[in-house]
Nanobody, 125 residues
Framework: VQLQASGGGLVQAGASHRLSCEVS????????MGWFRQAPGKEREFVAA????????YYADSVKGRFTISRDNAKNMVYLQMNSLKPEDTAVYYC???????????????????WGQGTQVTVSS
């Protein structure tokens, strides 16, 4: 199983940026997908999640209204569109997958079986 995140980089505060994650080695449409991030010196935190069909999405309060998670089951891809970026969004972003998350735990890192390698996003002020 491979989750290959890409699209990280250096962006200006207020700008928009999109992360992508290409998934292989599993039946993509059978997996819930998520994005987490980890800033230096901080614990890994939940960012967003999307159900198998794409019909339900969930967000951390810190990104709600600015970030959008989406998926393309035909291409085995999950995306994170980030708008109105802030310096505090600076982190390594990880995509994750699990066959069956539940509402009470989908914001927890230990709810996900598979993780990508992460991609660095740095937001300059």
């Amino acid at each position: 199983v491979q989750l290959q995140a890409s699209g990280g980089g250096l962006v200006q505060a207020g700008a928009s940026h999109r992360l992508s994650c290409e998934v292989s080695g599993l039946q993509f449409r059978s997996y819930d997908m998520g994005w987490f991030r980890q800033a230096p010196g901080k614990e890994r935190e939940f960012v967003a999640a999307i159900r198998k069909s794409g019909g339900y999405t969930y967000y951390a309060d810190s990104v709600k209204g600015r970030f959008t998670i989406s998926r393309d089951n035909a291409k085995n891809m999950v995306y994170l569109q980030m708008n109105s970026l802030k310096p505090e969004d600076t982190a390594v972003y990880y995509c994750t997958a699990d066959r069956g998350t539940i509402l009470s735990t989908l914001r927890r890192a230990d709810a996900y079986a598979y993780w990508g390698q992460g991609t660095q996003v740095t937001v300059s002020s």
